[in-house]
């Protein structure tokens, strides 16, 4: 349960042991997907095994980092104090170019601009208590 005093601060990723490997990657700015060598499965959100065929011989590989917005939804009201400064932002649903699906936000300044299908990169963006996590703009521009 969130203590109400705590309700203005955003939620921070806590890496465990499937997930430790893959937030150091974000830290150093690659996105690390695992690949199983047993059946070629390529995977996002770190497991112990393969989610495929249960090989546990699993290997970090570093995305290209490009993606397609599959979906996307646009927050015009933030779901709690945390987020109300960023509204309006979009939430996206990419599908990266070595086949898994994303939830991630949208860093641009016009979260109306994305569209289904659009091409989109990977920024690894900082954020506060030394963290960075995993956004995408559109392909092709500097923020």
Partial sequence: MINPKDAHLKPRPTPDADSQTYWRGIQEGKLLLQHCPACG??????????????????????????????????????PGPAFKQDT??????????EGPRMISAFVGPDPSAVTFDMAVELVCEPVDGGVSLPRFRAAGLQT
């Fill in 41 to 78: 499965h390529v995977q996002l959100y770190q497991q112990a095994i393969c989610r495929e065929c249960g090989s546990t011989r699993l290997e970090h590989r570093a995305a290209s980092g490009r993606a397609k917005v599959y979906s996307f939804s646009v927050v015009h009201r933030a």
């Fill in 88 to 97: 309006p932002y979009a939430v996206l649903l990419v599908e990266l170019e």
